[in-house]
């Protein structure tokens, strides 16, 4: 699993996270974001870089192998 979690404490429910996931692994209930697909995440790490509260983590860790060549 790459994404492992978001910090609700610090996150301000902007929806960086899922405008920025080429993947679809979070997703909204009400105005809360969540990570509904982990099994998707292939650690590209835009949604962590683009967080402007530094509320979510990824695992260095791919949850899959790249196949190269791509």
Same mark, same amino acid.
């Given at each position: 699993?790459?994404?492992?979690?978001?910090? @609700?404490?610090?996150?301000?429910?902007?929806?960086? $996270?899922?405008? &920025?996931? %080429?993947?679809?692994? @979070? =997703?909204?209930?009400? +105005? &809360?974001?969540?990570?509904?697909?982990?099994? =998707? $995440?292939?650690? $590209?790490?835009?949604?962590?870089?683009? $967080? %402007?509260?530094?509320?979510? @983590?990824?695992?260095?860790?791919? +949850?899959?192998?790249?196949?190269? %060549? @791509?």
């Amino acid at each position: 699993m790459a994404v492992e979690s978001i910090d @609700y404490d610090a996150c301000s429910d902007c929806g960086e $996270c899922y405008e &920025t996931c %080429p993947l679809d692994v @979070y =997703d909204r209930a009400g +105005s &809360t974001y969540y990570i509904a697909h982990h099994d =998707d $995440c292939m650690a $590209c790490f835009l949604c962590e870089i683009d $967080c %402007p509260q530094d509320a979510i @983590y990824i695992s260095p860790k791919r +949850s899959r192998p790249v196949v190269l %060549p @791509y």
